[in-house]
């Protein structure tokens, strides 16, 4: 189980790495998000789980960060200072797809329900 040390170490890279991604990288019509920093408590090593909605393949997205490794640690680890820079590795994490994927199919639910008729005046809905 992780320590509240690692916790905080892990909440703070996630923040700072998502800040660094949105500044310095372009997403032509995609949003790209970090959703969760897992590091090891030795500090060594660092997966990092990649939201990715739009145009661009979760493939290319995870493609441009993982040959960018190395800018990215540097430019995080020089505002978090740990004993070691772990090594960063990007991974896809769909929950956000499948996030807009729910949304989407309530939304075309709602457009195809039946509508119920109106209720004679006076008459209240049984259900509320």
């Known amino acids: ?3 509240r040390r690692l916790d905080k170490v892990n909440e703070l890279m996630k923040r700072e790495i998502g800040s ?3 500044k310095e990288f372009e997403w032509p019509g995609t949003i790209v998000s970090i959703l969760e920093v897992e590091i090891t408590e030795d500090l060594k090593e660092g997966r990092v789980w990649v939201g990715v909605v739009g145009r661009m393949s979760p493939a290319q997205v995870l493609e441009k960060l993982n ?3 190395g800018m ?5 680890c020089r505002r ?3 004993r070691c820079t772990p090594r960063l590795s ?3 994490d769909n929950s956000a797809q499948r996030g807009v994927e729910l949304v989407n199919l ?6 195809n329900l039946p ?12 259900e509320l």
């Not at 990215?72 to 995080?76: E, G, H, L, T």
């Not at 309530?106 to 457009?111: A, C, F, M, R, V």
């Not at 509508?115 to 049984?126: I, S, T, V």
């Open 1 to 3: 189980m992780p320590s």
């Open 20 to 22: 660094f991604v949105q």
């Open 67 to 69: 040959r960018h490794r």
């Open 72 to 76: 990215i640690q540097n430019a995080v």
């Open 80 to 82: 978090v200072i740990l």
């Open 90 to 92: 990007f991974r896809h």
């Open 106 to 111: 309530l939304d075309d639910i709602e457009k």
């Open 115 to 126: 509508k119920a008729p109106p209720l004679p005046d006076g008459e209240r809905d049984p």
